[in-house]
């Protein structure tokens, strides 16, 4: 209090401590000087002037992923009010991989929260919260002008239809009234002008009410045979002018097509032709946006081939032994690491341009979640053990189940791995993960009757366990020779445990 007294009756004290150095600053002071009679009005004064009033710390909506365009705010985790420190958690976003947390980058209070939780589609930039220092008014902030709240994502509206040009058309024949139109094929409609015969003279049997060639012929036959007569010419009626028939009119076709059928109502059965319309969540519409992109842009090759797990299986068992639990998937994963070590070309991307070797082995391992698929990445996996591998698969598994995943623990990847012989699925083909150049989707193993020879060369049935690979690549980097030696090498390695150490 008698700190602010004197600086309001000491204006040459005031200026420089505040920095005011203009005209327009220096009469504002000497106005604050002579505005302050006492104590009480010049502390009133000091605090309540918009001129020494800061302006407050926007928070705004992260880029917390490369391909992340909006955020949805799952929850917030401070409240108006509460008092903040750089590095704590204010609120938990969604974005387009997972539920990420975004922290504080200053200290202060939070003042306001612009956009509620459980708000969607908060376009990148958009400002979501605001903080103050220490010490200010925090209730009596006000959203800046230039920055509010982002609209609701609406609807896209339909452009009204431009007019189209006026295009002189050929009289058509006009159908009499009362007599059925008939879809014609093209073989059809020439049999029944050579012969001077009407699709009204007999049935339509091809799909959708299509007059087909077969039914002209039959007409053709009853013609012959005196069953049918030929159609009397229609005298031609006199031309007037008459008012152009409306685009609906015009455009109507002379069948019946299925309309799309209307979105049912929350909260009542669905009635007959009706759909329900389901939400998609960020992740699954980013997801669909890669794929398409993928399999539209990326030519895809394909290569499989056949392993055998029985020294797998055989490891895998004498581990357990010492208390060492590893899963098929883990071999396989550090088989496609050592492979790749051993044929770095094939551990490449495409970058627009040109392919591009990439320095460090990272496995992308796909995970399917409630909120869909998403490949965490197995860092440098030829480096690291079975054990390693094992353990860095189940931890982050989990907090891709549970949307808890880093930003840097899903980007990047040089080359992917889906398995699907958990679902009890023995071949299939994966889509690429741009940019990276290969996929090598995996199957359940399987016993199968082999024909093989004994030590004397006796023929006899043993059983195999065998696993389907298939191999997805990016024919600009990966050719199909390339791709086969890469499997050779893989089934080479998986089948031989002994390498992987």
């Given at each position: 209090m ?13 200026r ?7 005209r327009?600053?220096?009469e504002?002071?000497?106005g604050?000087?002579r505005?302050?009679v ?8 000091f605090h309540?002037t918009?001129?020494l009033?800061a302006?407050p710390?926007?928070?705004l909506m992260?880029?917390?992923?490369p ?15 509460e008092?903040?420190?750089?590095g704590d958690?204010l609120?938990e976003i ?12 200053d200290d202060?209070?939070l003042?306001?929260i612009v956009?509620?939780?459980g708000?969607?589609n908060?376009?990148l930039?958009s400002?979501i ?5 220490e010490g200010?008014d925090?209730?009596h ?5 230039d920055v509010?709240?982002?609209p609701?994502?609406a ?7 431009s ?11 006009e159908h009499?009234?009362g007599?059925?139109?008939?879809r014609?094929s093209?073989?059809a ?7 001077a015969l ?7 049997t091809?799909p959708?009410g299509i007059?087909?060639?077969?039914d ?9 045979t005196g069953k049918i007569?030929e159609?009397?010419p229609?005298p031609?009626?006199p031309?007037?002018p008459?008012?152009?028939l409306?685009?609906?009119?015009a ?5 019946p ?9 929350p909260?009542q059965p669905?009635?007959?032709?009706t ?9 699954r519409?980013?997801?669909?946006k890669?794929?398409t992109e ?7 090759a394909?290569a ?8 797998v299986?055989k490891?895998?068992?004498?581990l357990v032994?010492?208390?060492i639990?590893?899963s098929?998937n883990d071999f396989?994963?550090?088989a ?6 051993q044929m ?9 341009e ?6 460090c ?11 869909g698929?998403?490949?965490p990445v197995?860092?440098?996996?030829a ?9 860095s698969?189940?931890?982050?598994s989990?907090k ?5 995943l880093?930003p840097?623990?899903y980007?990047?990847g040089s080359f992917?791995i ?7 699925i023995d071949?299939f083909?994966?889509?690429?993960n741009p940019?990276?150049?290969?996929i090598l989707?995996v199957g359940?193993f399987?016993?199968v ?7 004397e060369?006796?023929a006899?049935?043993q ?6 690979v ?5 024919s600009r ?5 390339l ?7 893989f089934k080479?390695?998986l089948?031989?445990p002994?390498?992987?150490?």
């Amino acid at each position: 209090m008698a700190a602010s007294w004197r600086l309001g009756c000491d204006p040459q004290l005031l200026r420089c401590l505040l920095g005011f150095g203009s005209r327009r600053s220096s009469e504002l002071v000497k106005g604050a000087a002579r505005w302050s009679v006492g104590r009480g009005a010049s502390w009133r004064w000091f605090h309540s002037t918009q001129w020494l009033r800061a302006d407050p710390i926007k928070i705004l909506m992260p880029s917390l992923s490369p391909t992340m365009e909006e955020g949805n705010i799952v929850k917030w985790l401070k409240k108006e009010g509460e008092a903040v420190s750089a590095g704590d958690a204010l609120c938990e976003i969604e974005t387009d991989k997972a539920v990420v947390t975004l922290d504080a980058s200053d200290d202060g209070i939070l003042a306001r929260i612009v956009v509620a939780e459980g708000s969607k589609n908060i376009r990148l930039g958009s400002l979501i919260g605001l903080l103050v220092e220490e010490g200010e008014d925090w209730k009596h902030v006000e959203i800046p002008k230039d920055v509010g709240p982002p609209p609701p994502a609406a609807k896209p509206s339909v452009p009204p239809p431009s007019p189209e040009p006026q295009i002189s058309t050929p009289v058509k024949k006009e159908h009499a009234p009362g007599k059925l139109q008939f879809r014609l094929s093209p073989a059809a409609r020439n049999i029944l002008e050579k012969h001077a015969l009407d699709a009204n003279q007999g049935t339509a049997t091809g799909p959708r009410g299509i007059f087909t060639k077969e039914d002209a012929l039959k007409l053709v036959q009853l013609k012959q045979t005196g069953k049918i007569t030929e159609p009397r010419p229609t005298p031609a009626l006199p031309t007037t002018p008459t008012a152009p028939l409306p685009p609906q009119a015009a455009a109507t076709p002379s069948y019946p097509r299925p309309m799309i059928p209307p979105v049912s109502t929350p909260g009542q059965p669905n009635v007959e032709g009706t759909f329900t319309e389901i939400p998609a969540s960020n992740i699954r519409r980013v997801i669909a946006k890669r794929l398409t992109e993928s399999k539209s842009t990326i030519p895809h090759a394909y290569a499989t081939t056949d392993c055998d797990l029985g020294a797998v299986l055989k490891a895998r068992q004498n581990l357990v032994k010492d208390d060492i639990k590893v899963s098929v998937n883990d071999f396989i994963i550090k088989a496609a690491a050592v492979t790749l070590k051993q044929m770095p070309s094939v551990n490449a991307s495409w970058d627009g341009e040109g392919a591009k070797q990439l320095p460090c082995i990272d496995i992308s391992v796909a995970v399917a979640t409630d909120r869909g698929l998403i490949t965490p990445v197995i860092k440098d996996a030829a480096a690291k053990g079975l054990q390693e591998i094992a353990d860095s698969v189940k931890a982050l598994s989990k907090k891709a189940r549970d949307g808890k995943l880093l930003p840097e623990e899903y980007q990047g990847g040089s080359f992917s791995i889906s398995n699907l012989g958990m679902f009890g699925i023995d071949e299939f083909t994966a889509v690429i993960n741009p940019p990276q150049a290969c996929i090598l989707a995996v199957g359940r193993f399987r016993p199968v009757l082999k024909l093989t020879q004994d030590e004397e060369g006796n023929a006899q049935l043993q059983q195999r366990q065998l696993i389907t690979v298939t191999m997805s690549s990016d024919s600009r980097v990966v050719d199909d020779e390339l791709a086969t030696r890469f499997l050779e090498s893989f089934k080479a390695n998986l089948e031989n445990p002994l390498r992987l150490a």
